[in-house]
């Protein structure tokens, strides 16, 4: 009878032990919102984290957002989290919010990236290797910085050199655009030798289609490095305590440069959606998915990695 009694209490602890660990999320949290950027490489980390989620039982939508509203959708919960923000270039955006808790700074998800300015190899090896050699060369560049998307850090710091005459750019203009249009000018530039400057960051595959160098001496602007950067994840306030499950998810989900630059390769080559690449992907690295579901389950409470596993086919 003592064994007997020792064996139902043991089974009755491990019943309420699974019950809590199998605790899923409520059905308020089956939406989850996903600010997008624009830029390939966020587009490829929102993929994979919509396949995983999908495959979870939730229901991912991603909003095509300038970064300056991206923050203020976080901190007005229209949005639930942003997985791109690039330190230390956003942090003089990103620090006042944090400061007045309008959202939670959660992980890094990647290392080993960079983000500064750069130009083809022919341009630096005739001698523009510094920020402060951009302004020598005003009339071989016209006059122009190319950028990325209005309100993007990037632009942001361009800009704010340009109005402070720093390293003697008064003057010049910061030509706004898409991420693809930007490379599509480079490449432009390139097949007909052409000088320009713009804004490089890795991880890219414009690091392999394009024969670049990235410039010294931004490191008050960029980072050290040549803008040496981490990337981190931000999620709005209160989503740890409204759902417990997808904030452990987020907190768990990080990535490789190599990762992200096969991903950006077949999104901007192959013509990919994210979620197509993120798919593909998946299939052939589903490693990755024990650290990414560690203490994590299904919206109906079942165990993670196998749903995922059989959402994938692997």
């Not at 980390?45 to 203020?72: I, R």
């Not at 190899?121 to 950028?147: M, P, S």
């Not at 990325?148 to 050199?161: C, L, P, R, T, Y």
């Not at 109906?300 to 990695?305: P, Y």
């Amino acid at each position: 009878m003592a064994i007997r009694s020792c064996l139902l209490a043991i089974g009755l602890i491990v019943s309420l032990s699974s019950g809590a660990l199998a605790a899923a999320d409520p059905p308020e949290c089956r939406t989850v919102r996903i600010g997008d950027g624009g830029w390939t490489d966020n587009i490829a980390q929102n993929g994979l984290a919509m396949v995983v989620l999908k495959a979870l039982g939730y229901e991912p939508v991603t909003t095509l957002l300038g970064y300056a509203v991206v923050l203020e959708s976080l901190k007005n919960k229209q949005i639930d989290v942003f997985l791109d923000n690039w330190s230390p270039s956003v942090d003089s955006m990103v620090e006042p919010y944090l400061k007045e808790k309008g959202f939670e700074k959660l992980n890094t998800n990647l290392t080993g990236a960079k983000y500064t300015l750069a130009v083809p190899a022919y341009v630096w090896e005739a001698g523009l290797r510094d920020f402060k050699d951009i302004a020598q060369h005003r009339d071989k560049l016209g006059g122009k910085i190319y950028g990325i998307e209005s309100g993007s850090d990037a632009n942001i710091i361009v800009q704010k050199m340009i109005d402070a005459d720093a390293f003697g750019l008064k003057g010049f203009e910061l030509v706004e655009s898409s991420e693809q249009a930007m490379l599509s000018q480079v490449a432009k530039a390139e097949k007909n030798k052409d000088w320009i400057v713009f804004v490089g960051w890795a991880p890219h595959p414009m690091n392999v289609k394009h024969d670049m160098r990235y410039l010294s001496g931004g490191d008050e602007q960029f980072g050290p490095d040549y803008g040496g950067a981490t990337v981190y994840t931000t999620v709005r306030s209160g989503l740890g305590s409204d759902c417990p499950n997808l904030y452990r998810f987020f907190q768990n989900l990080a990535f490789t440069i190599e990762m992200e630059n096969e991903l950006m390769t077949n999104i901007l080559d192959q013509g990919q959606d994210g979620e197509t690449a993120a798919r593909a992907w998946l299939k052939g690295h589903p490693e990755v998915l024990g650290a990414w579901l560690d203490g994590v389950v299904g919206l109906d409470g079942q165990a993670a990695e196998p749903a995922v596993r059989k959402s994938l086919g692997v």
